[in-house]
């Protein structure tokens, strides 16, 4: 299944600071999207914890490292949300939000504060983004690919990232 088109606003997601994972976590994600018949490219599966609209990668690296450590993160289901337009779907691992979760936005909120695009705490939705589809095509998408259980994601890092078309992290910088 070819990825959707969608009218993304990649200036407002130039760089991230994001939770990332290990070689293993990110091999499974990967292979989980291709099993469900999501056409995503190449990717580096991660959670965002706040978007900015430059890439001043030496603070978001500083941003980073000012964030206590985290020892897994849930993962409790499958979210399909339509883009605004309408032309396509995308397809995402719902992360449970925390109260570690949300006092890290909090505090990322405060010390990005001139180059965040307006955002808040209630907005925040974490989740890992396995793929886009496009509008009246999810049916291909092979839901039978997703685990009963699904698995938690342990010793998640953030780190500083490059964002590329359609959000996905295109660089971690370390």
């Known amino acids: 299944m070819r ?3 969608t009218a993304y606003p990649v200036e407002k ?11 293993e976590q990110n091999a499974y994600l990967r292979e989980l999207s291709e099993t469900m018949n999501l056409d995503f490219g190449e990717f580096i599966p991660h959670v965002t914890l706040i978007n900015v609209t430059e890439q001043d990668i030496p603070r978001l690296k500083l941003a980073a490292a000012a964030l206590p450590s985290l020892d897994k993160l849930v993962l409790d289901g499958v979210n399909f949300l339509p883009d605004e337009a309408g032309n396509c779907v995308w397809v995402e691992l719902r992360v449970q939000k925390t109260s570690w979760m949300i006092e890290v936005r909090r505090k ?3 010390m990005l504060d001139d180059i965040h695009p307006g955002l808040d705490i209630d907005g ?4 890992i983004t396995l793929g886009i589809v496009e509008a009246g095509t999810l049916g291909d998408v092979d839901m039978s690919a997703i685990p009963r259980q699904l698995p938690v994601i342990i010793k998640p890092r953030a780190a500083a ?3 590329g078309v359609h959000g996905k992290v295109v660089e971690v910088v370390e």
Do not use: G, I, T
């Open 3 to 5: 990825a959707a088109d």
């Open 13 to 23: 997601h130039m760089a991230s600071v994001s939770l990332v994972f290990d070689d």
């Open 108 to 110: 990322l909120l405060e």
């Open 124 to 127: 925040f939705r974490p989740h």
């Open 161 to 163: 990232c490059y964002n």
